[in-house]
């Protein structure tokens, strides 16, 4: 009787077990496009990743390069100082969106060109991601809004 109940304990114990490694590999597998890296352009032009791959791409809009198609599609460059990237959307910018404004892009880097299925603008005059104040800072392009204030 003593080991039928040790038995049966021993049983219960290796399908929780199971169960616990099937269920963490199930939540692993659903959450593998929830994580999106960011990168900035310049590793973008360095490294492209596959054409299947979808990251996030930060900087600044590039000064004239902001160009408004057929519709509702939209390319620009985006650039951190030391590499530019093109980029095209279709769909609605947010209000704040603009040259020389920072941005994160959501979206695959297809044939040299990053196609965007989601655009980020900063929430204010003085917010920016802090992926891009530091890809911006390693360029040594940026610039502290509160810089000025004294």
Do not use: C
């Not at 004239?64 to 620009?76: D, K, N, V, Y």
């Amino acid at each position: 009787m003593k080991s039928l109940k040790k038995q049966r304990r021993i049983q219960v114990i290796a399908l929780a077990t199971g169960a616990l490694i099937v269920s963490f590999g199930l939540i692993w597998y659903a959450s593998q496009d929830a994580f999106q890296f960011f990168r900035a352009p310049s590793e973008v032009v360095e490294a492209p990743p596959a054409p299947n791959e979808v990251f996030r791409i930060g900087g600044l809009v590039e000064e004239g390069t902001l160009i408004r198609g057929e519709g509702a599609t939209i390319t620009f460059r985006v650039t951190d100082g030391g590499a530019s990237v093109p980029v095209s959307y279709t769909g609605v910018l947010p209000d704040l969106f603009g040259e020389g404004e920072g941005m994160v892009g959501t979206g695959s880097y297809i044939d040299g060109e990053f196609k965007a299925t989601e655009i980020l603008a900063r929430h204010d005059e003085t917010y920016m991601p802090a992926e891009v104040i530091d890809a911006l800072k390693e360029q040594g392009v940026y610039v502290d809004p509160d810089a000025n204030d004294t």
